[in-house]
C-alpha cells in the first residue's frame, strides 16, 4: 500500500519536474529538472507496477532523499520558483515516510 502511493507521488513529482521548464520558463535551473522528472516517473512506474523488488524500493528511497537535500540546500540559490521547490522537498519527504513504512511492513 505504502510502495504504491509513493510510486503514484513519484510518477506526480516526476511529470511536474519534467514540465516545469514550460509553465515557469526556460532556463537552466528549470531544465536541469528534466533528467531528475525522468528519473522520477521511472522509479514511480516501476513501483506502480510492482518491478524489481526490494532494490527498485531502495532505490526510490535513496534518490527523492538526495533530490530534496539538493533542492533544501540550494532553496536561495536556484532560478526556480520558490513555493515549487517547496513543493517538491515536501513531495520527497512524504515520499521517503512512505518507502521507509513500506519496507518496515514487508
Same mark, same amino acid.
Given at each position: 500500500?505504502?510502495?504504491? @502511493? &509513493? /510510486?503514484?507521488?513519484?510518477?506526480?513529482? /516526476?511529470?511536474?519536474?519534467?514540465?516545469?521548464?514550460?509553465?515557469?520558463?526556460? *532556463?537552466?535551473?528549470? @531544465?536541469?529538472?528534466?533528467?531528475?522528472?525522468?528519473?522520477?516517473?521511472?522509479?514511480?512506474?516501476?513501483?506502480?507496477?510492482?518491478? /524489481?523488488?526490494?532494490?527498485?524500493?531502495? &532505490? &526510490?528511497?535513496?534518490?527523492?532523499? @538526495?533530490? /530534496?537535500?539538493?533542492?533544501?540546500?540550494?532553496?536561495?540559490?536556484?532560478?526556480?520558483? *520558490?513555493?515549487?521547490?517547496?513543493?517538491?522537498?515536501? @513531495?520527497?519527504?512524504?515520499?521517503?515516510?512512505?518507502?521507509? %513504512?513500506?519496507? %518496515? =511492513? =514487508?
Amino acid at each position: 500500500m505504502y510502495a504504491g @502511493l &509513493a /510510486g503514484g507521488l513519484l510518477v506526480f513529482t /516526476g511529470f511536474w519536474h519534467v514540465t516545469e521548464w514550460l509553465m515557469d520558463g526556460r *532556463r537552466r535551473d528549470t @531544465l536541469l529538472l528534466v533528467p531528475a522528472g525522468l528519473i522520477y516517473l521511472v522509479l514511480g512506474y516501476l513501483l506502480v507496477t510492482i518491478t /524489481g523488488g526490494t532494490a527498485t524500493v531502495i &532505490a &526510490a528511497l535513496i534518490l527523492p532523499a @538526495l533530490g /530534496g537535500t539538493f533542492a533544501y540546500l540550494n532553496l536561495g540559490k536556484m532560478d526556480v520558483r *520558490r513555493w515549487v521547490l517547496w513543493a517538491f522537498i515536501l @513531495l520527497d519527504v512524504i515520499i521517503v515516510l512512505a518507502l521507509l %513504512m513500506a519496507l %518496515m =511492513s =514487508s
